[in-house]
Nanobody, 116 residues
Framework: QLRLVESGGGTVEVGGSLTLSCTAS?????TNWYRQTPGNEREFVAG???????NYADYVTGRFSISRDEPTNTVYMQMNNLKPEDSATHYCSAVTTTDGQYTNYWGQGTHVTVSS
């Protein structure tokens, strides 16, 4: 069982920055960030595989950056030039494989509010 703990959320003004952290209780080579607002589907934000394979949703490309610190099993998401529409609960997700079976784990979420 993999446990994910997010931190770093908060309230920031438009154009500001925040860094979210996701610390896993073990190795989680494929880690993603999603976000969700009330009444809406959870949507993909950014993902990282290993240390160099990154992927971003179009609406954050050029503003967000995802990275990993392997010794601490922590994935960071640096969010710059934040917009009101970035306000959401952000969730960390990790996928592990055991004997060919995929398991998806989720953290509890961290809230981001961008005030105008």
């Amino acid at each position: 069982q993999l446990r994910l703990v997010e931190s770093g959320g908060g309230t920031v003004e438009v154009g500001g920055s925040l860094t979210l952290s996701c610390t896993a209780s073990g190795r989680a080579p494929a880690t993603n960030w999603y976000r969700q607002t009330p009444g809406n589907e959870r949507e993909f934000v950014a993902g990282i595989i290993g240390n160099s394979g990154t992927n971003y949703a179009d609406y954050v490309t050029g503003r967000f950056s995802i990275s990993r610190d392997e010794p601490t099993n922590t994935v960071y998401m640096q969010m710059n030039n934040l917009k009101p529409e970035d306000s959401a609960t952000h969730y960390c997700s990790a996928v592990t494989t055991t004997d060919g079976q995929y398991t998806n784990y989720w953290g509890q979420g961290t809230h981001v509010t961008v005030s105008s």
